[in-house]
Structures are given as structure tokens and as C-alpha cells.
């Protein structure tokens, strides 16, 4: 539902889509949310996790990548 809402604004406001979306990863359901209506069209989609207190401590998000280049199913995470 996120997605749609996005992708309409976006083209309410500027007329066209972006070059690229933003989305967080690794701790639910907000990125395929906000990539599906994204996915047949021609715009990068980004998935990133949180680092918090950086990957090198025990104080983080890094559920997936913990700073390596990792594929969770159709996206790469950096």
C-alpha cells in the first residue's frame, strides 16, 4: 500500500518517476512495500540496513549484510 502511495504522489508532484528509491531492509516487510509497484518500471531500488553503532560493534542492525554485499532474495544489499 506504501508503494502506491509513493509512486502516485511522486507523479502528482513531478510528473514522472524518480531515478531511484530508498528503502530499509532487514527488519520487516517496508521495503517490498515500498518497491513492488516500482519493480516492472525503470527505477533503482536500494535496500539498506542500519548500522547504528557501525558493524564493527555488537550495536547494530546489520541483520543481513553486516557490511559485505549480501542477496536477500531479489535485492543486493551493500
Known amino acids: 500500500m506504501i508503494g502506491k502511495e509513493i509512486k502516485s504522489q511522486i507523479l502528482k508532484k513531478e510528473g514522472r518517476l524518480p531515478d531511484a528509491i530508498v528503502a530499509c531492509i532487514g527488519g520487516g ?3 517490498i512495500g515500498t518497491f513492488y ?3 516492472k518500471d525503470d527505477v533503482a531500488l536500494y535496500g539498506v540496513e542500519a ?6 560493534t555488537d550495536k547494530h542492525a546489520l541483520a543481513i549484510g553486516k557490511g559485505s554485499p549480501a542477496y536477500y ?3 543486493k544489499c551493500i
Not at 51 to 56: L, N, S, W
Open 29 to 31: 516487510s517496508n521495503a
Open 37 to 39: 509497484p516500482f519493480i
Open 51 to 56: 548500522a547504528g553503532q557501525g558493524d564493527d
Open 73 to 75: 532474495m531479489v535485492l
